[in-house]
Nanobody
Framework: QVQLVESGGGLVQAGGSLRLSCAAS????????MGWYRQAPGKQRELVAT???????NYADSVKGRFTISRDITKNTVYLQMSSLKPEDTAVYYC?????????WGQGTQVTVSS
């Protein structure tokens, strides 16, 4: 089992940057895949970015070139660096961990981008 706690959300103007953090309650070294998802009001939750245990990354087309996912296994933390933010990036951002046969979610952190 693993608990995930997100932080770093907030209000930012369009074109600005934010860095989200996801702190895990145990080592992330062997976790298959960790990632970030987001859910805007009235919309379904969608994939933003993932990173595997081998540090392979994957991004949604809408964030490629603007967002970067990374992990620090010494801190058991996954990050999402977001740049050139747009109003359409406004959503609750959730951290996710795929641990063999189980999926875990954080409580989410709000990101609001003003125009």
């Amino acid at each position: 089992q693993v608990q995930l706690v997100e932080s770093g959300g907030g209000l930012v103007q369009a074109g600005g940057s934010l860095r989200l953090s996801c702190a895990a309650s145990r080592s992330i070294f062997s976790i298959n895949v960790m990632g970030w998802y987001r859910q805007a009001p009235g919309k379904q939750r969608e994939l933003v970015a993932t990173i595997t245990s081998r540090s392979n990354t994957n991004y949604a087309d809408s964030v490629k070139g603007r967002f970067t996912i990374s992990r620090d296994i010494t801190k058991n933390t996954v990050y999402l660096q977001m740049s050139s933010l747009k109003p359409e990036d406004t959503a609750v951002y959730y951290c996710h961990a795929d641990v063999v046969s189980a999926h875990y979610w954080g409580q989410g952190t709000q990101v609001t981008v003003s125009s």
